[in-house]
């Protein structure tokens, strides 16, 4: 069955320092998405990303952020200069064609991102 | 704005016996309402959804959700649990089929012999 993969799994860093945490969508899917979870509290909306381009974004993804779908098969998010309170599970989904399934975005095992 | 609560952060139970992880929406649109599963070291799973229709949901693993618009709620219920069904729950809403999805906090159900 097609699935969601992210890398790395776990990755602890050090303040100010760039991450690029890395997803591969379903091969046929078209809308990505990133979404983080800290520890204890929701899984929130941070960008989402249709046709090379961001469609829609949270206020959580500021100018530190960025997305980027580099080849045909991966797409990533780089944290730029990363803050302790960027530490969270972060979720990469992806979605079909529109028509589709409504609102069944597949979501990948998550990245957990430790910031010291 | 639209906002999803789960009240229960953990929800204990027995294995067999009946459980409903509660959750509750505002919204002031029509929404479309969805639980995720977590299981350990995965992903997040669509477990059911609701789009319209009959406003009971059947899911995959015996789960079912009875979407009550008078009590903006969307509770999941299984009438009997195994062990295995142990992991993290998720509620979220959207307002569209191609909208962001808003999650709850999640509730995790432990499920021992």
């Known amino acids: 069955e097609p699935e969601v993969t992210q890398t790395p799994s776990h990755q602890v860093t050090q303040m100010g320092q760039e991450v690029i945490l890395r997803c591969v969508p379903i091969?046929?899917?078209?809308?990505f998405y990133w979404y983080r979870q800290i520890l204890g509290q929701k899984v929130e909306f941070l960008v989402s990303f249709y046709n090379n381009e961001i469609s829609e974004k949270s206020e959580i993804f500021d100018d530190q952020f960025s997305v980027e779908r580099p080849d045909g098969s991966n797409f990533t998010l780089k944290i730029r200069s990363t803050k302790l309170e960027d530490s969270a599970m972060y979720f990469c989904?992806?979605?079909?064609?529109?028509?589709?399934?409504?609102?069944?975005?597949?979501f990948g095992e998550g990245s957990r991102l430790t910031v010291l | 704005a639209q906002s999803v609560t789960q009240l229960d952060s953990q929800v204990p139970v027995f294995e067999e016996a009946p459980v409903e992880l509660r959750c509750n929406y505002s919204?002031?649109?029509?929404?479309?309402l969805f639980w995720y599963v977590q299981y350990p070291n995965q992903g997040l799973q669509l477990l059911l959804k609701?789009?319209?229709?009959?406003?009971l949901v059947k899911g995959i693993n015996g789960f079912e959700a009875e979407f009550n618009k008078s009590q903006t709620s969307f509770h999941l219920r299984k009438p009997s649990v195994h062990i295995s069904d142990t992991a993290e729950y998720f509620c979220a809403l959207s307002n569209s089929g191609y909208s962001t999805l808003t999650f709850g906090k999640g509730t995790m159900l432990l499920v021992s012999p």
């Open positions: 609701y789009l319209s229709g009959s406003t």
């Open positions: 091969s046929n899917h078209l809308y």
């Open positions: 919204s002031s649109v029509s929404v479309y």
């Open positions: 989904a992806s979605r079909g064609l529109a028509g589709g399934l409504i609102g069944e975005l597949f």
